[in-house]
Structures are given as C-alpha cells and as structure tokens.
C-alpha cells in the first residue's frame, strides 16, 4: 500500500514495465500534467494511455511524498486490482530493489524496506468493516500507521499513554483530520466510564477519527 494525496492506493512493483501507471479513477486534477497526449504501449498484447502525470506518492503512511512520472490508464490496462504500477524508470530513479524470496521492496530513496503482500489480500482488508482500535500506552500512536499501511480502513483510534506530549505528536504527525482528549468508547460509539485513577494519574485520552 502507498498513498496517494493521505488517501491509502493499490501499488505495485513491476521489473518488466518500462512506464509507470495510475488508473485514471485516482487522478487528481491540480497534478502537473507534463505531456497530454498518450503513446501506444506495446507488449503483452496493445493499448493506449492517456496523459503523463506528475504524482506525488508516498510509499508508506506518513511518508513524505516522492514526485514519479506515470501514464493515465484505464482499468483494461492496468493489472487487475492495482492503481498505481511502478515501471523499471521508476524504480531506478529511487533506488528501488526487488528481494527475490523475501516478497520484500528496498527503496533507498527514502531508507526503507517494505515487506509486500498479494494485492488480494489488501484489497480484502480493505473491503472488510472499518477496526474501533484501542491502544494503551499508545505513544505517539504509530500502529495506527502500520495498519493504514497494512490496508485496515479504522473507524475510531483510541489511544491513551502518561506522557502529555503524545497527543500533541500525533496532532502534528500529518496523519491525522481530528484528535480529542477525550475517554476511549467502545465500538458502536459507547462511552467507556473510566476512572482515571484506575489507569494512572495524568494519562492522557485521545480520541482520532479520520472524516
């Protein structure tokens, strides 16, 4: 999974295509387009894209953003069930490296090793009812990245650690639309009835609910 404008995208690593692709559906309009026209893309069979697009894609939730090249196509050209296929120019401008029998993905770009799955598995993740996460000791909150990361779309993120600068952390970590301090609730939106003495004094309760 990457991201593409804070929104979780379908991305793949592909070392036989040259070019790189975005399905039209996830095009934003205020992108840089720097070529309208298309080219006829020959291989496995022939087709036509649409305009060469700057994306902004980020390759792990939190991520800064990394500026690629890729072609508008539609979903007949694009393999079944991605969004975004990154093609060999790509790969080499970043520093890309495929781990044979690992199913792992080195980017040296950006000093990360990212662990792929099949897209089968994300998409049914993604299809599956949003979690109601509540993480104790929950820090500057990163498993709610790791999920995002992992396909889970979350409901509500409850997290609640003594350290007072967390909430603040994760206010600022771009992830984020609303963060609240406030008690945890059970899934179905029911208010947990805590005594904070029972947790630790001066725990700090925050809710984050993407909108």
């Not at 305009?51 to 539609?74: A, F, K, N, Q």
């Not at 984020?176 to 939106?189: I, L, N």
Request: with cysteine; charged share 25%.
């Amino acid at each position: 999974m990457a991201q593409l404008d804070g929104a979780p995208c379908r991305t793949g690593v592909d070392s036989y295509a040259e070019i790189s692709m975005i399905l039209s559906t996830r095009v934003n309009k205020e992108w840089t387009v720097l070529e309208d026209k298309g080219i006829d893309l020959r291989g496995i069979g022939r087709a036509n894209t649409g305009p060469l697009v700057l994306v902004p894609i980020s390759y792990r939730c939190g991520m800064e953003p990394e500026h690629l090249t890729m072609r508008v196509v539609d979903s007949e050209v694009m393999p079944k069930d991605l969004e975004v296929l990154i093609g060999t120019k790509a790969q080499h401008e970043s520093g890309m490296t495929i781990h044979a029998g690992t199913s792992r993905l080195t980017i040296q770009s950006r000093s990360v090793t990212i662990d792929t799955e099949p897209v089968g598995k994300i998409l049914a993740r993604q299809k599956s009812k949003p979690l109601n996460v509540l993480a104790l000791a929950g820090g500057m909150s990163p498993a709610i990245l790791i999920l995002t990361d992992l396909g889970w779309r979350i409901n509500k993120y409850h997290s609640s650690d003594t350290c007072k600068a967390a909430p603040t952390s994760v206010k600022f970590s771009g992830t984020h639309s609303r963060s609240k301090d406030r008690a945890p609730t059970k899934p179905g939106g029911t208010v947990i009835r805590t005594n904070r003495d029972t947790i630790r004094p001066n725990t700090c309760l925050t809710t984050l609910q993407r909108v």
